[in-house]
């Protein structure tokens, strides 16, 4: 089984790999901060022209709305699944994987929230109850439009004490918003091979393609699936509609084989569809980026390796120089003429050739979004975005232990899980993640938010990189972030919001419990280019707020705040983990300058944030108790 460690670190744990602790010698590298021009790669990388080293982060005046909430952190275990549509008449349905009760989240599956173009529904752990019949995982949304208007979601399952693989679920629901799912079992287990997980879904015309992994063998599943030499394979499936029929079920596409894959990976694919076009990219530490092309809905396929791994079929058991590879969160888009726009997160990798166990170690510390679109040379590779250089110092300033095992999530860079959409006009939009520099926590670990980088011309040039989620809060973490393919004027995206840094781990991050909150947000593409408000932008008329002073302080210290008219006030302190520690309310506060007291006792020494609402505006600010 794949065993993936970090260097000069401990191993992370994800889904997909079984890991244990290890340590290696030598130091880790972070990417430098992106510059125009720097080669990054060892084959030739384009930074776009348009691209500069600077974000714009939103406004305090921006909203965002809960929709749900979970236990479960695990979104995905590295590409990130269509989760969310903008559909006809202003209308949005979104996914997520949900759980009522923690680890090992028995109740574990489809949540599902839908807003009718007034309000969303409850969005409450209880009212978003699983909508099929057992525990499953990982849902991937698709909407086929009228006259056979329906909404599909499918997950895998997952039994819950044996841990056997046992296929996917097929949700249907006809018309959108409130209705009955129809759950039916598909690719699921024979009496010899286990059934696929992690699938993401597309529909073309008449025709539903699906992508999926079979697991590696385990104690609990001894079976392992090998075809044509490959262990555990990437395998696609086609449905169509008017016949009800599976055409093709869980078989390799063309050139995927022993001579270039060794094994594969769960999540390390994704798919679009367009018309009757539709495009698969795969990618992995180990492993080529590929992309495969049908232009009859699933029916032929054409493959194109864009960054060959320096090793065919690498299996992990000889020594490995240093090479750059992918993370294996990738992603792809179909524009209006057909073509391929290929996003993923740029890796480093090594294997010492000391051990026998199926292990490599890797680099954590990249920092790039790389870029390509169909039809160019493999040679014009465009770094396109990445964590940011926020205090222009030349570096970036990253905590003592941003890159801590409890910090991580599976297996990722600095900057990953990138996600696009194209509109009709080629007009590109990408958001990821990535580490935010300035923004820690007690222990000396970095938040991640939800950065986005566009082009106006079908991919030819890119704008600076741009914050959307740090007017959130401080020591809030947004992470798992999914594009609506469709736009209104508008971006349609969900993520998960939490105040602890990393998935939960009982052993290496016992503190990241939940529950988590499932977020909306809807963001103008006009302000993307200009002041990046949110669409839900409420501008606050009644107060200004100063830093605190003294600060750093010990007992007490004051908050200046101007007020525009009477009202009243109400004060909290958090710590960065979102607890609540002081909380008072100041009654018929006049108009004019004010200093708001705030006594702070007992409490440690380290970084709060105070937050500071009146008539439903809100503004936060971090301080400091020595």
Known sequence: MKKIYLLALCAVTGAAFAQAPKVLKGPDVISPVLKIGDPILQSPVRTSPGNTPKTLNMGKKAHATKIG????????????????????????????????????????????????GTSWGPAGA???????????????????????????????IVKPVTGIAGGLIM???????????????????????PGVLWNQTAIAGDYMIVIASYTDSSSSQPGRVLLDGIRAPQVYSRYQFSTNTWLVKNQLLPGYDHTRVYAGGGDNYSIDARGNTVAILMGGLTDDLALWKSTDAGGTWTKTIIDSFSVPAFNYKVKLDTTYTNDGAVNVSIDASGMAHCFWALAKVVDLGDTTDGSISYYPGQNAILYWKEGTSTDSIY????????????TLDLATNWNDIGAKYGNHSISTMPFSTIADNG???????????GDESTDGKNY?????????????NWSSIKNLTSWLAYGE??????????????????FLQKSSIGRYDPTNNPGATGPYNVMYMAVDTADISGTLTAVQEVKNDLFTVSQNFPNPFNNITNIPVIFNRNTDVSVKVMDLLGKEIYNNKFNNIPAGSSQLEIKLSNIPAGIYVYQIEAEGYKVARKMIVN
């Open 383 to 394: 770094n396109i975005g990445g964590a940011v250089d926020v205090n222009s110092n030349g």
């Open 126 to 156: 209880t009212s978003q109850i699983r909508i099929e019949p057992e525990r499953t995982g990982f849902p991937c949304y698709v909407y086929r439009p009228a006259p056979n208007e329906e909404e599909i979601i499918t997950s895998h």
């Open 477 to 494: 973490e947004q992470i798992f972030a999914s594009l609506s393919k469709k736009m209104d004027g508008r971006l349609h995206m969900t």
């Open 448 to 460: 991640r938010d939800v950065y986005c980088v566009y082009s106006y011309d079908n991919g030819q």
């Open 427 to 437: 007009v590109i939009y990408v958001i990821f993640s990535a580490l935010t520099e």
């Open 171 to 193: 949700n249907r629901k006809p018309g959108v918003g409130p209705g009955t799912w129809t759950s039916t079992t598909i690719l699921d287990t024979t009496s010899s091979i």
């Open 69 to 116: 909430e979970t236990q479960n952190d695990q979104q995905t275990n590295a590409s990130i699944y269509r989760r969310i549509q903008l559909l006809p008449g202003g209308k949005v349905s979104a996914t997520w994987t949900t759980s009522a009760d923690p680890s090992p989240y028995s109740s574990r599956g489809s949540g599902y929230n839908h807003f009718n």
